[in-house]
């Protein structure tokens, strides 16, 4: 199983970057599929997810400002991120889930990807 981020760099407060994570390895419509972020020195914490037919769940931190979506027969999940702040800065991780529903939970995920930076300056 591989999950490829990529898509990260360095923005500006209030700009845009799109995320992108390609899953191999896994029938993807059976996965639920997350977004989570680390910044330096925190917790991993939960940012969206996704099920296969597109029921989402989001943190309250990112309601508004990030869109997750997916490809199912691209085998696709991806972050879209508006109003970008400071705070955002962190590295991003994919994550595919077997279990039924969706979850906040790292626990609650199977499989994770490498990571990707994103950097929002002032």
């Known amino acids: 199983v591989q999950l490829q981020a990529s898509g990260g760099g360095l923005v500006q407060a209030g700009g845009s970057l799109r995320l992108s994570c390609a899953a191999s390895g896994i029938i993807f419509s059976n996965y639920v599929m997350g977004w989570f972020r680390q910044a330096p020195g925190k917790e991993r914490e939960f940012v969206q997810a996704?099920?296969?037919?597109?029921?989402?769940l989001y943190a309250d931190s990112v309601k508004g400002r990030f869109t997750i979506s997916r490809d199912n027969v691209k085998s696709m999940v991806y972050l879209q991120m508006n109003s970008l702040k400071p705070e955002d800065t962190a590295v991003y991780y994919c994550a595919a889930r077997a279990g039924p529903g969706l979850s906040s939970a790292l626990e609650g995920y199977n499989y994770w990807g490498q990571g990707t930076l994103v950097t929002v300056s002032s």
């Open positions: 996704i099920t296969w037919n597109a029921n989402t």
